[in-house]
C-alpha cells in the first residue's frame, strides 16, 4: 500500500499506437469542450478548478473520471513514497505541477506535496479521517479537504489559508461553477463556503427519515500494522460499500446550471419495511442559496458518486444491488435502470461520447448512454486476493 508514480518509456515503436489514441479520444474532448464551450475550460474543467490533467478525485465536476490526454503505452516505475501507509483516494494535480495524497495514520501527517519528481514538499497534520478524501486544487493553487469536522484550506506552499467548522467530514469537496467550495457531509448537510475567507455562504440538509444500510463484516487483517489508524478502518471500509452513514459519494456538478447531485440514504418504504435510496439534485443560486430540486428513489446502498453526461442532461449512479440508473438531469426522473451488473462499488465513468463504463461482477461493462442497452464487457482475471470478498480485492504488498 503506497505511492507510486511511473514514467512513460521512451519508445519511438510506439508512436503510430498514440497517434491511433490521440484520435480516438483527443478529437471527442475537443468536441466535449466545443458542446459546452460557454461552461467550460480547453481542459473540460469549469473555471475554478486548477486547470491540470487531475485536479480533484473524479477528474472534473461532473466526476466523469475521463482525461482528454493520451495515456503512456509502456510505463516504468520512478519513485515511490508514503510506502507505510494507505493511499486510497486519487493523487491531485496543481497548477505548478505539486501532487497532493492523503493517508490516515494515527501519527497526524495525513496531508502530503510533491514534487513531480518525488520530492517531498510538505505535509500538515491532519486527522486521520482524511484519508477516504482527495484533496480539491483551485485555480490559483490552493488546496481544500475536509477532517471529521473541519473543512481545510491550505496554500500550495503549505500555508494554512483558513479553517472551517463542519458536522461531519465530506468524502470529497467540491467547486460550484461560481466559485464556492463545499460538499455534502456523511451526515446528510449540504454546505457551500467561501474560497477567500472560509465564511459559511449557505447550507441545507436533507429531511429525515434516513435509514442507511448496515456496514459488511470487515476482513480480517486489513489496513492493519500501521497502515491505517485503527479507528477509522471500520467506517472507511463500510463507505466503500455506500453503507453506515447517510451519505457515502463525492457529489457531481453540471457544468451547464451548477446544480448539484448526490447520492444518499432514504426512507423505509413498504411492508414490510424496505431500505430505498435517494438521487438528490439541489440548485445553487448566484448567491450560493441551496434549493431542492428533486428528490428520486433508488435502490439502497449506494457505493457510487454520480457522473454527469458530456451534455449535462443525465445523471448516472449504481445502488448497492448492481443496478445502474440513468436519470434525467432537470427532472430527476428515472429514464432507464440496466439491471443486476453484479456488485458495483465503483462509479460510472463517463468517455466524451457519452459511453458509460463501471465494474461489475468481475467484468467490465459498457453501456450506450440514452437508452442504457448494455453494449458489451471485459472479464480479466484477477490474481488469488488476501482477505477478499467479491469484487473489492484487498493484496498486501510484500
Known sequence: MKLVMKATKNLGAKLLALALLSLLFIAPAVALAETMNDYVTDYGLTEFYA???????????????FSPFVAPVLTQEKWTALDNAAVIASVTIGPEGNLYVTTGTSTGDNLHAF????????????????VGSSAIVDKDGDVY???FDQLCAFHSNGAEKWRSPISANFVTAIFTVTGYVGGVTIDGKVLLFNRDNGALVSQYSFPPPISPVPPPPLPPGLWEQGLMDPDIILPVFAGFFGTGVPVANTPSVNPLNNRIYITAAGPLVGTPPQRRGYLHGIDVTPEGNLN??????????????PAISPDGSRVYASDGGGNLYGFNASTGITEWILWNTGPNFGSPSIGPDGT?????????LSSAPISGKFSGCFRKQSPEPSGARGLLHFIRES
Do not use: E
Open 292 to 305: 431542492l430540486a428533486f428528490s428520486t428513489l433508488m435502490g439502497p446502498g449506494s457505493g457510487t458518486s
Open 115 to 130: 514534487a513531480s519528481d518525488g520530492t517531498p514538499l510538505w505535509s500538515s497534520n491532519l486527522h486521520s479521517s482524511v
Open 51 to 65: 486547470q491540470t490533467a487531475w485536479p480533484t478525485v473524479h477528474r472534473d465536476s461532473r466526476n466523469s473520471d
Open 145 to 147: 479537504l475536509s477532517t
Open 356 to 364: 458509460i463504463y463501471c465494474l461489475g461482477s468481475s467484468k467490465f
